[in-house]
């Protein structure tokens, strides 16, 4: 089948953009014809130009930006970011629309106000009768959508695919500069937003009271302004008073490396965020929320003292891991499943 998925070409840049392109890889493994069209990425709340044409060449998968009239012939189309009116006018192939966003991260940015109306999207776009499937990649969220997403249309493909060609234990190592680079490395990369690193930090904080040689690094900070990190100064104060301050970064090219530098990585999360699936592919250990099969240790991110002491085992155990249970093909033939639902319901 002929395959069309639509989101914004981001390279390094957007979270949703590596997600889509995964899919690509793993719908054409498994054998599809698959095409990204690029929606154009939003910067500051505008959308930007799409630029057809493009490519994104890492670890020896080409994948080139293309136009919506490239789409016109598709069996599928595969909905990760908003698809054109204009364009949904002139075509009737069945729609798969995938859910990247968290429930909760959907429903109170709108409900307070703020941030795009993206809980009232799926609630609206999951009951077009076009649309033929609705896709999450967490157990833990089906629940969650049930209320709004008609339950013969939602489907659960988990986990999500993640490139272990690009995200693997071997390959280039990221250097931590020696000032900053402790005796047990601990990573913090998750992305900033509904839930954020401030409870596990707190936990953080107490095993560099009990520890000798941490160091915490924080990637993915977001900062409130273009130089400063506004409330968030107050903790990194705390971190520098405690000697356990890393490295500082916003966003880097190359993770993979970073993961692989890397004795652990925490996370407030029990799903398989991207930094959660890129870091054990990396074989990175990883301490995750409490229903997170997939980690080594699961505490819950508002137990400081829990934390400390995952933290503290993780220190000794020193174990790096290896998985291939996020495989790109094994998704794709997951999903080639559910887009042959969707045209033979259409």
């Not at 789409?71 to 054109?84: F, P, R, Y």
């Not at 971190?239 to 993961?259: H, K």
Request: glycine letters at 8%; aromatic letters at 8%; charged letters at 20%.
């Amino acid at each position: 089948m002929r395959i069309a998925h639509f989101a914004p070409f981001a390279p390094h840049a957007c979270g949703l953009y590596e997600a889509a392109r995964d899919f690509v890889h793993a719908d054409i493994l498994a054998g599809n014809d698959a095409i990204l069209v690029d929606t154009g990425p939003v910067m500051g709340g505008v959308r930007q130009p799409s630029q057809p044409g493009k490519t994104d060449e890492r670890t020896g998968f080409i994948l080139q930006a293309h136009a919506y009239q490239d789409a016109l012939d598709a069996d599928v189309l595969v909905m990760h970011d908003g698809i054109g009116n204009d364009f949904l006018a002139q075509v009737r192939q069945p729609v798969v629309l995938v859910l990247h966003g968290r429930p909760d991260e959907c429903f109170r940015p709108e409900y307070k106000g703020r941030g795009p109306n993206a809980y009232s999207f799926v609630a609206t776009v999951s009951k077009w009768p076009r649309v033929a499937k609705v896709v999450t990649m967490w157990n833990l969220h089906e629940p969650f959508w049930r209320p709004v997403v008609p339950n013969e249309k939602l489907v659960v493909v988990e986990p999500p695919p993640i490139d272990e060609t690009q995200f693997s234990a071997e390959g280039p190592v990221h250097l931590i500069p020696p000032n900053v680079r402790g005796e047990f490395n601990l990573l913090v990369a998750d992305s900033w937003r509904e839930v954020d690193p401030y409870e596990v930090m707190h936990g953080a904080f107490l095993a560099g009271e009990r520890m000798k040689g941490l160091k915490v690094h924080v990637y993915a900070v977001e900062q409130t302004t273009s130089k400063t990190l506004g409330l968030w100064e107050h903790l990194f104060a705390h971190m520098r008073t405690l000697g356990i301050q890393g490295e500082v970064w916003t966003r880097v090219p190359d993770m993979a490396s970073v993961y692989r530098s890397m004795d652990c990585l925490l996370t407030p999360h029990s799903i398989v965020t991207r930094v959660v699936g890129e870091a054990l592919s990396c074989g990175t250990p990883v301490i995750a929320g409490p229903a997170c099969e997939y980690s080594q240790w699961r505490v819950h991110p508002g137990d400081p003292d829990a934390v400390a002491d995952a933290i503290e085992e993780a220190s000794k155990s020193r174990q790096r891991v290896k998985t291939n249970r996020f495989d790109l093909k094994p998704f794709g033939l997951k999903m080639s499943a559910v887009y042959k639902e969707a045209v033979e319901c259409r």
